[in-house]
């Protein structure tokens, strides 16, 4: 028993080893929330132990090191700047005591030489992991706060989005209301006197008409912005053309296919139509200026597809369908029950297709 004990480099009595072994390991858990504290109980105990029983030759065991290693670690990751400071000034004057230490021995100062730089790299080691981890976490809140801060654009885009759809579908409705308000008043007057109640079914309904138009007057006042001037007439898939000429006046070609039987559509279908078409080529203006793009309309039974595809680059915000333009479609088609899928198509282009139920077929 006593050989082993000697044969693994301890001097001295046993049960002072191992009452010094006790004094640097303890304070260890403790690393985390005092990091300065246990640095200078560990070095103290550890010098004490090497000044009593390893002068000279002797080598002192690997236990002390190892915790000061450990020590000089939680001091340089876990300590805030004012601790850390105090931390380095305690670990300065043990260097001082180990030189003084070994001169008055008789040893060489070189010789605790690799400890000491052991030492000061964990240190050193310690406040890079910690600056590294810190470095992430703000990365990481960063990132957190541009995915806020996007969501909420996307949620603010669309509620702009739907504020525009529904002034520009008051004047669609203000347009249809105004044609039953006008053609019954012009029916009741043409009735005879012995028409009476079908007069005052006509009354009542035209009655009934001005005070929705009154009612959707006073909407469309929330509604608008206080410098917004009121939205000229609404257009469709009539005015085809139009966009047609103003991306040629642009520098952009658009290549047009129409497949299928075209129908009329309901006045705010039609509107949402063009909205579509015009919102697709000035997208691919703005993101792919003097490139072709292909614009096709397809008539299928009761539904209308149209597709808008270009050479571009995609971009993450249109991959997500998060571009402003890209939630201003989705919320015109959502509101009819279609769908709008856009994304990568063959050839590094970039596709936007929109399906819309045509209910009703009112003509060829």
């Known amino acids: 028993m006593s050989t082993s004990y000697e044969s693994a480099g301890y001097q001295g009595p046993r049960a002072a080893n191992f009452a010094f072994l006790l004094a640097v390991v303890l304070p260890l858990p403790l690393r985390r929330r005092f990091p300065a504290a246990v640095l200078a109980a560990v070095f103290v105990a550890q010098g004490i132990w090497v000044a009593l029983y390893y002068h000279g030759s002797h080598q002192p065991p690997f236990e002390p090191f190892a915790a000061g290693v450990v020590a000089c670690f939680a001091l340089g990751f876990h300590a805030e700047e004012a ?10 004057l043990a260097v ?3 030189a003084v230490d070994l001169a008055a021995g008789g040893s060489a100062v070189g010789n605790a030489l690799p400890a000491l730089v052991w030492w000061a790299g964990a240190i050193a080691l310690g406040r890079a992991l910690r600056s590294r981890q810190a470095l992430v976490e703000l990365l990481r809140e960063r990132s957190d706060r541009l995915e806020r801060n996007r969501e909420y654009e996307i949620a603010e885009a669309a509620a702009d989005e739907r504020a525009r759809i529904a002034r520009e579908l008051h004047d669609v409705i203000a347009h249809s209301v105004s044609l039953i308000v006008v053609q019954a008043g012009a029916e009741r007057r043409l009735l005879s006197a012995d028409e009476q109640r079908t ?3 006509l009354e009542t309904i035209e009655n009934s008409g001005r005070e929705a138009l009154t009612e959707l007057r006073r909407l469309l006042g929330v509604l608008r912005m206080p410098s917004e001037d009121r939205l000229a007439p ?8 139009d966009l047609l000429d103003e991306s040629a006046n642009a520098g952009q070609e658009v290549d047009v296919e129409v497949s299928g039987d075209a129908v009329e559509l309901a006045q705010g279908l039609d509107l949402t139509a063009y909205r579509i078409v015009q919102e697709g080529l000035t997208n691919a203006r703005k993101h792919a200026p003097g490139n072709p793009v292909a614009l096709a309309l397809r008539w299928r039974d009761r539904l209308l597809e149209i597709e808008i595809e270009n050479p571009r680059p995609q971009t993450v915000a249109e991959a ?6 890209l939630i201003g479609m989705r919320e015109r088609v959502a509101m009819y029950g279609g769908s709008l899928e856009s994304g ?9 297709r929109a399906r819309l139920p045509v209910e009703g077929r009112v003509g060829a």
């Open 83 to 92: 601790e850390l400071r105090a931390g380095i000034a305690i670990f300065g």
């Open 234 to 241: 609404q257009p469709g898939l009539s005015r085809l053309p």
């Open 199 to 201: 007069a005052q079914t």
């Open 344 to 352: 990568p198509a063959e050839g590094e282009r970039f596709r936007v």
């Open 320 to 325: 997500n369908g998060a571009g402003h333009g």
């Open 96 to 98: 001082a005591a180990t």
